[in-house]
């Protein structure tokens, strides 16, 4: 039994440690494209070649025995070069805490306080418990998605209106105008997709614009809970 669990371990090691397949080189450019959009509609600045990016770009830039670890990417806001965020692909299948680690070294290194966590399955409770600190107290702010969730582009649907995150000056002239609390407002999870993919955060008001026939554009307004 023992043999077999040392095996076990010992293959998943060395698979993680193995070039990835033309599938799975598949894959991370669909979830590349799809991170590259996401950080271009927070604000963040996104050449049009990134955006537009061919398959065969992607594996000229990160060469064909590329990593996971290789894709790291680090955004600056449009109107703000102190508003950066970097984009961490992690190797492990299951993320364990040294991998988090080197996560919170590199940002704090670059003074960088925002990042997002690519994962391929999920991460252990080690590494859960220390992002979750983190994120309470403040001192970074770490989102974390599976690859599957990248492989689509939740904002390309259809029927999904956009969304703009509100400042604060912005959501307490709001309040002030409609005399009402942030709770009267209509909710959103922000683990909702749409929530998730313009970054979010519980306490925001985000301003939803809806096309009309009648009169335009319908606007709305909800509470990040």
């Known amino acids: 039994m023992v043999f077999e669990l040392c095996r076990f371990f010992y293959c998943e090691k060395m698979?993680?440690?193995?070039?990835?397949?033309e599938e799975?080189?598949?894959?991370?450019?669909?979830?590349n494209k799809t991170l590259n959009h996401m950080l271009k509609d927070r604000g963040y600045i996104v050449t049009d070649a990134e955006l537009e990016m061919t398959q065969e770009q992607f594996i000229d830039q990160y060469g064909e025995n590329m990593e996971r670890k290789d894709l790291v990417i680090l955004k600056t806001k449009k109107n703000d070069e102190s508003d950066k965020i970097f984009v961490f692909f992690l190797q492990e299948t299951k993320v364990k805490m040294v991998g988090i680690k080197?996560?919170?070294?590199?940002?704090?290194?670059?003074?960088?306080?925002?990042?997002i966590l690519v994962v391929r399955k999920d991460m252990n409770r080690f590494a859960l418990s220390a992002v979750t600190d983190a994120n309470s107290k403040r001192i970074l702010y770490l989102e974390s998605f599976k690859e599957t969730e990248l492989l689509m582009n939740v904002k390309?649907?259809?029927?999904?209106?956009?969304?703009?995150?509100?400042?604060?000056?912005?959501?307490?002239?709001?309040?002030?105008?409609?005399?009402?609390q942030e709770n009267q407002l209509p909710r959103i999870q922000?683990?909702?997709?749409?929530?998730?993919?313009?970054?979010l955060k519980r306490g925001e008001v985000v301003k939803i614009i809806r096309n009309s026939e009648t009169s335009g554009r319908y606007v709305t307004y909800r509470f990040v809970i």
């Open 24 to 31: 799975e080189i598949r894959m991370l450019f669909r979830v």
């Open 156 to 180: 390309e649907h259809a029927f999904v209106p956009g969304h703009i995150a509100l400042t604060t000056e912005e959501k307490n002239a709001l309040l002030e105008k409609y005399t009402v």
């Open 190 to 199: 922000y683990t909702d997709p749409i929530a998730k993919y313009y970054g």
């Open 102 to 115: 080197a996560c919170f070294e590199r940002m704090v290194a670059q003074n960088v306080f925002r990042a």
């Open 15 to 21: 698979c993680e440690n193995m070039s990835l397949s």
